[in-house]
């Protein structure tokens, strides 16, 4: 089993930042991908940025604002958020992926609310 904790979520303005950071914990060395969701009100959950062996992968409309990195040594993932906008409103989920079996892991979530 692997556990995920997110933090780092807030209330902040347009055009602020925020850093949000996921503490894996648990049978980790088997993990190969880290992630970050999201999910807005009535909305679906959706891809924000992923990382596996070193490279990212981010939504469209997040590219040029947000950063994913991993830190291995301290088994966490980390989401640099730029430039926010009312739209990236939402809770943020830490998410972790084991290939072999496939296993598929979530985090509680935290709230990112961007508003004047």
């Known amino acids: 089993q692997v556990q995920l904790v997110e933090s780092g979520g807030g209330l902040v303005q347009p055009g602020g930042s925020l850093r949000l950071s996921c503490a894996a914990s648990?049978?980790?060395?088997?993990?190969?991908?880290m992630g970050w969701y999201r999910q807005a009100p009535g909305k679906q959950r959706e891809l924000v940025a992923t990382?596996?062996?070193?490279?990212?992968n981010y939504a469209d409309s997040v590219k040029g604002r947000f950063t994913i990195s991993r830190d291995n040594a301290a088994n966490a993932v980390y989401l640099q958020m730029n430039s926010l906008r009312p739209e990236d409103t939402a809770v943020y989920y830490c998410?972790?992926?084991?290939?072999?079996?496939?296993?598929?892991?979530w985090g509680k979530g935290t709230l990112v609310t961007v508003s004047s």
């Open positions: 998410n972790a992926q084991r290939p072999i079996p496939y296993m598929n892991y």
């Open positions: 648990g049978s980790i060395s088997s993990i190969t991908l």
């Open positions: 990382v596996i062996s070193g490279v990212r």
